[in-house]
């Protein structure tokens, strides 16, 4: 597990006053008829992803009326775990 700096999980989770979101640009990769992405290690241990259980929901949002430009929303779906 990559090594956690605990007062840069606080500015990332807004516990600091100087908040800021971890970003990070990832290329699309397309294989035949599908796009993937690759999410960083980093990310997803402190998100506690389990890829066999959680997914990522997404949404096309037209910008705008007519419909021929969209955005896409992605949320990271985990079920309850008792």
């Known amino acids: 597990m990559a090594e956690i700096d605990k ?4 500015r ?3 516990h600091d006053d100087e908040k800021e979101y971890l970003r ?7 294989d035949k008829r599908q796009f993937s992405i690759r ?9 506690n992803i389990d890829p ?3 997914v990522f929901e997404f949404v096309l949002i037209p ?3 007519e419909g ?5 929303e992605a949320k990271l779906k985990q ?4």
């Open 39 to 47: 999410i960083p290690v980093k990310f997803a241990e402190l998100a």
């Open 79 to 82: 079920p309850k775990h008792d």
């Open 52 to 54: 066999t259980t959680d």
């Open 12 to 14: 990332i989770v807004g």
């Open 63 to 65: 910008e705008e009326e």
């Open 68 to 72: 021929e430009k969209f955005t896409i």
């Open 7 to 10: 007062e840069q999980i606080a």
């Open 24 to 30: 990070k640009d990832v290329s699309i990769i397309k």
